[in-house]
């Protein structure tokens, strides 16, 4: 496989009318966005969460993005939540139950107009995350691309897809958008981001868990058409009774579509539970079956779904919250 090294000159990672890109959280998403704004000339820094990661960073020589047969590394400047240049663009990819202690760790050194983009699966860490910081704007962000690591600071880019970013309280698009078209980030920018979150917690939920219960890839789950059916119907009646009714259409035929289209990969669940890391089921399953509670809906597969899971999880001695 070619492995291309292309380093970020002085001038790249310096702050200029771009704007500078912080970006937290080294996983498969935050490298694929730190590789690709990286490499169209932006300027970008990578926080780590300790010394002992920025060590072995350093000794990665960078980020390695791959893309079919072709990996590229881009050494791309590092730093930790300690040091004390001022924020004023954070891209937020940790995983949902890390996202508010992160933040919270360089909070202190958010400027004043501060723009947080969270990108997070789920529901629940994004308001906990504006929460924390009230004076900064976040900006929510939910998107179809596929990532996955296959080895330290190295990303896989499994699918191409898009991202929807919006902003709850309505605010207007940020001009930096213009630098996501320029890094081959498909996006768009959504008036009901909201709704767009709910639909992908949705879909999520019909996905994920059962990949795991099954322990197949997406497209093992046309075994068992019947019971995402059941699935998607309690999910429809969940989101319709929360207030958000446009992203109950079609939701049955959408999960199929997602099941056809990423019939090989594995669910980011499963392939947590496959490596015995911490799943995001607080923010999945759990979100929403608390949902179901507050509206007084009765959704039994939902609840049993959410049930099965988290015994699976407690007997492979992983968190069940």
């Known amino acids: 496989m070619p492995n291309a090294f292309i380093p970020q000159t002085a001038a790249d990672s310096s702050p200029r009318a771009s704007g500078l890109w912080h970006i937290l959280g080294a996983g498969s998403m935050g490298t694929l966005w730190a590789t690709r704004l990286a490499r169209a000339g932006l300027p970008v820094r990578l926080i780590v969460r300790n010394p002992a990661r920025l060590k072995a960073y350093q000794a990665a020589q960078g980020l390695t993005l791959v893309e079919g047969d072709h990996a590229q590394r881009l050494l791309i400047d590092a730093q930790l939540p300690e040091d004390d240049d001022p924020i004023r663009r954070l891209l937020v990819t940790c995983k949902a139950y890390d996202a508010e202690r992160a933040v919270a760790q360089i909070a202190a050194r958010l400027s004043p107009d501060a723009e947080l983009i969270l990108l997070q699966n789920g529901l629940g860490s994004q308001q906990a995350v504006a929460e924390r910081v009230p004076h900064a704007r976040c900006i929510f962000a939910s998107s179809t691309e596929g990532a996955f690591r296959d080895g330290d600071w190295r990303a896989v880019f499994a699918g191409h897809g898009n991202t929807w970013l919006g902003d709850a309280h309505q605010g207007p698009a940020p001009l930096w958008l213009e630098e996501l078209q320029r890094s081959g980030i498909r996006h768009e920018w959504s008036t009901n981001i909201v709704g767009r979150l709910w639909r992908k917690l949705a879909l999520n939920c019909a996905i994920n868990p059962l990949t795991v219960l099954h322990d197949c890839q997406n497209g093992g789950l046309k075994a068992h058409h019947t019971e995402v059916e059941v699935l998607c119907a309690e999910l429809a009646t969940l989101l319709e009774g929360c207030g958000q009714p446009e992203a109950a259409i079609d939701l049955s ?48 597969h939902l609840e049993q779904l959410y049930q099965r899971l988290t015994v699976h999880l407690q007997r492979r001695g992983l968190p069940s919250n």
Do not use: F, K, W
Request: a negative charge; proline letters at 2%; charged letters at 20%.
């Open 253 to 300: 035929d959408e999960v199929s579509r997602v099941i056809a289209a990423t019939a090989n990969n594995y669910s980011s669940m499963h392939q947590d539970v496959a490596q015995g890391r911490r799943t995001e089921i607080s923010y999945l399953l759990g979100y929403a079956c608390e949902a179901a509670h507050r509206q007084q809906l009765t959704l039994p």
